[in-house]
T-cell receptor
Framework: GAVVSQHPSRVICKSGTSVKIECRSL??????MFWYRQFPKQSLMLMAT?????????EQGVEKDKFLINHASLTLSTLTVTSAHPEDSSFYIC????????????FGDGTRLSIL | SQELEQSPQSLIVQEGKNLTINCTSS?????LYWYKQKYGEGLIFLMM?????EEKSHEKITAKLDEKKQQSSLHITASQPSHAGIYLC??????????????FGKGTLLTVNP
């Protein structure tokens, strides 16, 4: 069964709306989670590292004020796309490493965001 | 930064045929992960390789990491339509295999015709 739960799976909303995506680790604690973005027919692009109890670390070129990340507990990280515009439409996926080094990362099922 | 190059970009095979997907790194791989993704869905973990020369198998899928730890291959024997999807290789961006900040190849789209 799934070890990382991501919600919602699909969002369609108007331009200017803020959208929150949740990523939960099930049955394990994750002090670190990762947020990726995937464009059609392209690979995953790491956006940011979510750190429990501290600020997220963003990859170069990712707008911190556009993509707000909160990791308030050991099992939950949220990504909020603020004032979303059509160019923010994409597939967003989170992941969490289970266990120590050498253990695989588990991915959520992704969220397809469509901004009209 | 570490770059992973996958080949081929896409592959169409007849059911029952064998196939191989390659993943080449510009740097030494400290942890190489193979995932499968259905379009619009999450990633399913397949296998992880860490040691040079390591080989792992699961059902009809075998993954290898070369001795120099810069190239990995994924081999599917007697392919089935259920094998269809996007195969992604990912590697630890940090040396030492910390399992943080995976970087991914661009993926290989596999189509298996019945």
């Amino acid at each position: 069964g799934a070890v990382v739960s991501q919600h919602p799976s699909r969002v369609i909303c108007k331009s200017g709306t803020s959208v929150k995506i949740e990523c939960r680790s099930l049955d394990f604690q994750a002090t670190t989670m990762f947020w990726y973005r995937q464009f059609p027919k392209q690979s995953l692009m790491l956006m940011a590292t979510s750190n429990e109890g501290s600020k997220a670390t963003y990859e170069q070129g990712v707008e911190k004020d556009k993509f707000l990340i909160n990791h308030a507990s050991l099992t939950l990280s949220t990504l909020t796309v603020t004032s979303a515009h059509p160019e923010d439409s994409s597939f967003y996926i989170c992941s969490a490493p289970q266990g120590g080094p050498g253990q695989p990362q588990h991915f959520g099922d992704g969220t397809r965001l469509s901004i009209l | 930064s570490q770059e992973l190059e996958q080949s081929p970009q896409s592959l169409i095979v007849q059911e029952g045929k064998n196939l191989t997907i390659n993943c080449t790194s510009s740097k030494t791989l400290y942890g190489l992960y193979w995932y499968k993704q259905k379009y619009g869905e999450g990633l399913i973990f397949l296998m992880m390789l860490q040691k040079g020369g390591e080989e792992k198998s699961h059902e009809k899928i075998t993954a290898k990491l070369d001795e120099k730890k810069q190239q990995s291959s994924l081999h599917i024997t007697a392919s089935q339509p259920s094998h269809a999807g996007i195969y992604l290789c990912g590697a630890d961006a940090n040396s030492g295999g910390s399992n943080y900040k995976l970087t991914f190849g661009k993926g290989t789209l596999l189509t298996v015709n019945p």
